[in-house]
């Protein structure tokens, strides 16, 4: 199949913005708890709808009063936290953009996006950030005002607006329509510098009523339950941004943490206790693999091995119960499952806090093994596609029907295009207007309302979308062989031992590997083989630490022919990160900085 639609579900936004949302659900239903915030004791305290129209108001008017006008750009350099969304929809309130900036952004990627999107203003989060933005500001001659959050920056503009009085917010509210432009969104720059990608209030309105619409009974755990979700997305990329505007519009109580460490989120979503969540593979990964740690150090490894076999083989039937290929689980893997949920599933629901039934997962490939696990253990993860260009999701796989190992149906709404050379094209309401002060760039990905996205995909005849890579990350061989290296990076990083995996070969006579390894998954690994801990040097010389590796790439190289398998690979003794610019911060590779980093380690592949 080349093209397929889906009719829409949501009209179009005729009228308002954004900001809109929030004085309306006040009006509606003001006592209806709306978010949760953390208190200064770590405590999680409900805001009603009155109350944070109240806030947006307060700081609204302290915009105002500090100068900020309809049609400015104001940046916000900080984690997920409360006040990124109160500033977000009380900039909105006002028909300012708000330009989101990664908080581990380089001291040249804040100047750059600032000095872009020229902004006149900007927001930070802690006294680092300041410094970062203070050593660049000669170069920035229109940013007049710095707040920062923890030295009492809310508090500042609100107290500078004492005197504004509402109305004024409600003109320039008013004066907001589906065409303005919402934010502008710089792309994570794995290719050259970032583009800002302009996203206009119509183009997330879109996007959120149609997920609202399609999703909105999933969201809950069961039927009278209060939806609720803990954004531990960063704000700064265009998902998370998706569902705060989501959560607000849909009526979904929401909260924020800031750090996507397990270490530091599972016992938030332990005490917020979530309906829905929307996340990453990683998060996902990380959930199963720490299960997997916990059984072993307990001596039930194997049980727990016997439960994914499991719930894998009871999520397959129910698939193909769903698109007709089968009967469903037999009553013999029903009572299996049953007896298994209490022993091993019901363990990893609560590591999601206990009342997540669905999610949706986001911004790289999951690997369809770990998608039917998590369904078969109660938790259905709605895989979905999307580009900052297309604000955020363009496909999901629908509730009813989800074809694991595939990036779902186009929304409702939305079209799928294959080009000729497998190119993925989209069309929609949700397509962004094009790149700030670049249109050459923006006339290059745009065709007629029509957007080109890069990725290389295929549609099955059910209109299933599948992405298989990348246009400009495809190898090419010595002796001619094309090869997308995600699904095989993705397959040798399934290893629990794997953390990251970066394919290589372009222009070389065989495809090879770049490894590193999850630290705390092999200190575990260490101590169940009764083997004392390691420096990281030492691990990448170990030959059983090696067989275990191989044992991953072997299993990747049976997805495919031989001419495009991995040949030999290396282990490095430390991990891609964004601090060492081998990152972007939605951790895609960049992969010519990892090649150019690790020039060595590559070239001794292929002595």
């Known amino acids: 199949m080349r093209e397929f639609t889906v009719p829409p579900l949501a009209a179009p936004p005729r009228a308002g913005g954004l900001a809109d949302a929030v004085f309306r659900n006040a009006d509606e239903d003001p006592h209806r708890v709306a978010l949760g915030r953390k208190d200064a004791d770590g405590h999680w305290r409900d805001v009603t709808a009155a109350q944070f129209r109240d806030e947006v108001m307060a700081l609204a008017k302290g915009l105002l009063a500090q100068g900020v006008r309809f049609g400015d750009r104001v940046a916000i350099v900080s984690r997920t936290r409360y006040e990124w969304t109160l500033f977000d929809f009380a900039l909105w309130a006002v028909g300012a953009q708000p330009v989101p900036v990664y908080p581990t952004a380089s001291t040249e990627q804040v100047f750059w996006t600032l000095h872009d999107s020229e902004v006149v203003a900007c927001v930070v989060e802690h006294e680092d950030h300041a410094m970062t933005v203070a050593s660049v500001i000669d170069r920035l001659p229109r940013l007049s005002r710095l707040w920062q959050l923890d030295a009492g920056g809310v508090a500042e503009v609100v107290a500078s607006g004492a005197q504004v009085d509402?109305?004024?917010?409600?003109?320039?509210?008013?004066a907001v329509t589906p065409e303005s432009v919402a934010t502008v969104i710089y792309t994570s720059g794995t290719t050259g510098r970032p583009k800002g990608c302009v996203l206009t209030h119509a183009n997330f309105m879109t996007e959120a009523d149609t997920v609202i619409a399609r999703w909105e009974p999933v969201?809950?755990?069961?039927?009278?339950?209060?939806?609720?979700?803990?954004?531990?997305?960063?704000?700064?990329?265009?998902?998370?941004?998706?569902?705060?505007?989501?959560?607000?519009?849909?009526?979904?109580?929401?909260?924020?943490?800031p750090v996507m460490a397990a270490g530091e989120?599972?016992?938030?979503?332990?005490?917020?206790?979530?309906?829905?969540?929307?996340?990453?593979?990683?998060?996902?990964?990380?959930?199963?693999?720490?299960?997997?740690?916990?059984?072993?150090?307990?001596?039930?490894?194997a049980a727990f091995d016997r439960a994914v076999?499991?719930?894998?083989?009871?999520?397959?039937?129910?698939?193909?119960?769903?698109?007709?290929?089968?009967?469903?689980?037999?009553?013999?893997l029903r009572m299996q499952h049953q007896l298994y949920d209490k022993l091993v599933y019901g363990k990893v629901r609560e590591a999601l806090g206990g009342r997540v039934r669905h999610a949706m997962s986001g911004g790289s490939a999951m690997e369809r093994r770990l998608g039917l696990f998590f369904a078969g253990a109660g938790v259905t993860i709605y895989e979905g596609y999307g580009l900052t260009e297309s604000t955020a999701a363009a496909t999901a796989n629908p509730?009813?029907?989800?074809?694991?190992?595939?990036?779902?149906?186009?929304?409702?709404?939305?079209?799928?295009?294959?080009?000729?050379?497998?190119?993925?094209?989209?069309?929609?309401?949700?397509?962004?207007?094009?790149?700030?002060?670049?249109?050459?760039?923006?006339?290059?990905?745009?065709?007629?309302?029509?957007?080109?996205?890069?990725?290389?995909?295929?549609?099955?005849?059910?209109?299933?979308l599948t992405i298989t890579g990348r246009k400009k990350e495809i190898l090419v061989t010595s002796g001619g062989k094309s090869v997308s290296p995600t699904g095989l990076e993705e397959r040798v990083r399934a290893h629990p031992l794997v953390a990251q995996c970066i394919v290589v070969g372009?222009?070389?006579?065989?495809?090879?590997?770049?490894?590193?390894l999850d630290l705390e998954a092999v200190e575990h690994w260490l101590a169940m083989h009764g083997r004392p801990p390691m420096e990281p040097k030492d691990l990448v010389r170990d030959p059983e630490l090696e067989t275990e590796v191989r044992r991953a790439v072997v299993a990747a190289n049976t997805l495919v022919s031989q001419a495009e398998?991995?040949?030999?690979?290396?282990?490095?003794?430390?991990?891609?990160?964004?601090?060492?610019?081998?990152?972007?911060?939605?951790?895609?590779?960049?992969?010519?900085?990892?090649?150019e980093a690790y020039g060595a380690e590559v070239a001794a592949l292929y002595r």
Do not use: C
């Open 265 to 301: 989120l599972l016992p938030d979503l332990a005490a917020f206790r979530p309906t829905f969540v929307l996340a990453v593979p990683y998060i996902f990964e990380k959930v199963h693999h720490a299960a997997r740690r916990r059984a072993e150090a307990a001596g039930k490894a």
């Open 399 to 464: 509730p009813e029907r989800t074809r694991f190992g595939t990036v779902g149906l186009p929304l409702p709404g939305t079209t799928v295009h294959i080009a000729d050379d497998g190119e993925v094209w989209l069309h929609g309401g949700h397509v962004f207007a094009g790149y700030l002060n670049d249109a050459a760039a923006s006339r290059a990905v745009l065709h007629d309302g029509w957007l080109s996205t890069g990725d290389i995909g295929s549609l099955d005849a059910d209109g299933y």
């Open 506 to 516: 372009n222009d070389r006579p065989y495809i090879a590997a770049l490894v590193t």
């Open 219 to 257: 969201f809950r755990s069961a039927p009278g339950d209060e939806a609720s979700t803990l954004l531990f997305l960063p704000l700064a990329h265009v998902f998370g941004r998706m569902v705060e505007v989501a959560a607000i519009r849909g009526r979904v109580k929401i909260g924020h943490q």
């Open 166 to 174: 509402e109305d004024v917010v409600h003109r320039h509210r008013r």
């Open 309 to 332: 076999e499991l719930a894998v083989r009871y999520a397959e039937a129910l698939e193909q119960r769903a698109f007709g290929t089968g009967p469903g689980p037999s009553a013999s």
């Open 565 to 595: 398998s991995i040949r030999t690979f290396r282990i490095l003794a430390h991990q891609f990160t964004e601090e060492r610019g081998l990152l972007t911060p939605s951790l895609k590779l960049k992969r010519r900085a990892i090649e």
